[in-house]
């Protein structure tokens, strides 16, 4: 490993361990933990930044993000597409810091922690786990600023974050539980990537097709989805658990889904 090469400390922390830190403008290294980077985003974090640009969700997939499969789990994730500059540099950090500060992925919240889930309930709990990701060039550990890991959590907002992400944690962790060779179709795939990622073509998705005929949705769901983007993300994750893991209370509309049968096979 090169003296530029991050490290994973071996040693697991938990939400009362004590650390210091801080970052700032006056640190030297300001802004070198921003380039050179792989920032996998949260379906939270793509809300919160397709609205501070004031983009559609497929725009700004598009244009700021990479599509890959995560190992071991054959699951679509989305990374920030970094800039084609030498030191390639996420698209939103200046010399004088992030433009999106108030609305940064959770990856960047946590830093300098990264976080392992083993389950996933409300929040950080005994299944997870915190290490340090240790960058030689980060001089932020020399400063005199003393947190717990549950305080540096809540100092950077990533237990909102967590919280809202949770169905779609659950959704990575559980796949990642199933044996290598039992892999998502691509229609799966896509379908996860719609109901986790793109959530402006759920939103179309949901009230635009026949979804809502097919499905037994109560009228209070149906509300809050319609109008509240956090709520439909919720949703979406807990119901794309229940298609692949027959998990949840979700319920079909019998006579609607043979009537579709019928359909599909006259026009066969």
Known sequence: MDDKTAEILPQRFTLENKFKFKCHK???CFTK???G???MLTPYDIIRLKN???LPSDQFLS???DLQILEKTDIPVVTIKLMDDEEKSC????DEGCI???DRPTTCRYYPLGVASLSHKEGADADDFFFFVNEPHCLGFEEDTDWTVKDWRIDQGVDIHDDVNAEWTDLVVRKRSFPSNVQFSDKSKQMFFLANYNIDKFREFVFESTFLQ????KPETIDAIKNDEIELLKFAASWFKWVMFKQGDFELNETEVEKRKKTEENLE
């Open 91 to 94: 698209p939103f950090v200046r």
């Open 63 to 65: 244009i700021y993000t």
């Open 26 to 28: 006056d640190v030297k």
């Open 52 to 54: 501070r640009l004031d």
């Open 33 to 35: 933990c921003c380039r």
């Open 100 to 102: 999106v500060y108030e």
């Open 214 to 217: 097919l499905h037994k949705i």
């Open 37 to 39: 980077i792989n920032i």
